[in-house]
């Protein structure tokens, strides 16, 4: 597929971008911002977004013909995983969705269109206006797509310039979708741009900061704290920091039938996006006392992860990657061969897959790619007490419990500090209307006008 060069991210890889290259951009941005985003209405957004994303799921479109076809040698995810977690991701973006997103952050969908009033206001004879930022910087991290495409989604609907910062060699899909969404229509598209660079650039990164009005970023959070300190106190920061994930699964859930829909809904949530996300899991928990113990659960994880990379298996990975995980797995062979609390399995031949089970509930992190831990506990106040050391740090945990027990052990974990709590089978997919690490997708960025009448 032969894309135009509309972008910063379509110049040849020998191209090299200056401080005034950005900043020419960033201002072209704004003046096209003015002239063709600024007065486009709610609706007409909502619906060019919908019609982008159906598109996106059809088989014959070319765009993702191209993201199935050369996505694996641009993004290291094999065909499979990028059919899939497109196809997840997608979904979401429907007229309802997108209306339902903007009613629970703005409380009123035309609140951008418009001074609108909710019932409480109106018996205070007041309104409102929500006003998105001229211009939206995104620094993108490099590992999963879905946060880069949603961060331009949101951006569209608040009328906002936006430019989106990839990490090298990570532009691929954002500028994919970038190109669907010029060809849907060419004056949003030219509120658009898309570049890459190596992080440290901190020229072009100043040249940036200084035209726009909010920066969003994804990353560590040393990273964070470095991009923080950089951007203009004028401008709005928004930054999202390393987070991990894990499962929680009630005895209950593995009685009989049960447990085998567990163990494949455990498996999704490992091979998406290759375990690469900030919802994948490190750890899945399994409670004591059940038809299915903890280490009969893990065998049964290591048997459908092995069926998996049959039909949809793993990405490439690097040198450096797969010696991590060879590590590892010797450390545990070694402790499986003495301790009768420890085993492990793993795929033949290849890293593509480690299940490893350990009585010890004390959280270990994962080296991800498809390596995960199966822990015994008690109870949940037991593994969150052997989670401890990740407290303030866990973005998502997969939930499969009776609904008898759900919302107690829900309201045991929002209390202990989880920002998302999820059916297990679903940690890689979180709604549209989900609250990025607890906080409003849409109502970090804008800015309110109250009309007192």
Not at 124 to 151: C, D, K
Not at 223 to 244: D, K, N, Q
Not at 290 to 307: K, N, P, V
Not at 316 to 342: C, F, G, N, Q, W
Request: charged residues 25%; negative net charge; glycine residues 8%.
């Amino acid at each position: 597929m032969n894309l135009p060069n509309y972008f910063l991210a379509d110049l040849p890889p020998e191209a090299t971008l200056s401080a005034g290259m950005i900043t020419e951009a960033c201002q072209t941005l704004k003046r096209n911002r003015a002239q063709y985003l600024r007065a486009r209405t709610t609706r007409s957004l909502v619906e060019l977004i919908a019609h982008v994303a159906e598109n996106w799921r059809e088989t014959e479109n070319p765009f993702r013909r191209h993201a199935l076809d050369a996505g694996p040698a641009a993004t290291g995810f094999s065909r499979e995983t990028l059919a899939r977690g497109l196809d997840g991701f997608f979904a979401q973006f429907t007229v309802e969705n997108l209306n339902a997103l903007l009613a629970q952050e703005l409380g009123h969908a035309q609140r951008l269109d418009t001074f609108a009033a909710t019932g409480a206001d109106e018996r205070a004879n007041r309104s409102a206006l929500a006003n998105g930022p001229e211009l939206l910087a995104h620094i993108a991290a490099g590992n999963v797509p879905n946060p880069a495409l949603t961060s331009l989604v949101l951006g569209l609907l608040l009328r906002s310039a936006q430019f989106v910062k990839c990490a090298r060699g990570a532009s691929f899909l954002p500028r994919l979708f970038a190109h669907s969404l010029y060809e849907a229509d060419a004056k949003i598209g030219a509120c658009l741009e898309i570049a890459e660079w190596r992080g440290g650039h901190h020229e072009l990164e100043d040249a940036l900061f200084a035209e726009a009005d909010c920066v969003t970023a994804t990353g560590g959070d040393e990273t964070l704290a470095h991009i923080r300190s950089r951007v203009p106190p004028r401008a709005r920061f928004v930054g999202y920091g390393h987070r991990l994930s894990f499962g929680f699964i009630a005895r209950e859930a593995l009685s009989g039938f049960g447990a085998k829909k567990i163990v494949t809904r455990a498996a999704d949530d490992v091979v998406a996006w290759d375990q690469l996300g900030c919802l994948s899991p490190h750890v899945f928990y399994v409670e004591g006392g059940g038809a299915t113990t903890a280490e009969q659960f893990a065998e049964l994880l290591a048997q459908e992860l092995d069926r998996r990379e049959a039909h949809a298996p793993r990405g490439k990975i690097s040198i450096e990657e797969a010696a991590a995980i060879a590590s590892r797995r010797a450390i545990y062979e070694v402790r499986a061969a003495h301790l009768p609390d420890t085993r492990h399995w793993a795929s033949e031949g290849s890293t593509a897959w480690t299940v490893v089970y350990e009585a010890d509930p004390m959280f270990q992190p994962s080296c991800l790619n498809r390596f995960i831990y199966v822990k015994a506990a008690d109870s949940l106040a037991a593994a969150l007490r052997a989670a401890e050391l990740v407290r303030g740090k866990v973005s998502t945990v997969g939930l499969a419990a009776p609904d008898e027990r759900a919302e107690a052990l829900a309201l045991e974990l929002a209390r202990w500090g989880v920002t998302r709590i999820c059916p297990v089978g679903k940690m890689q997919h979180p709604p549209l209307t989900w609250r990025h690490d607890g906080r409003p997708a849409l109502g970090d960025l804008v800015t309110w006008t109250d009309w007192e009448k």
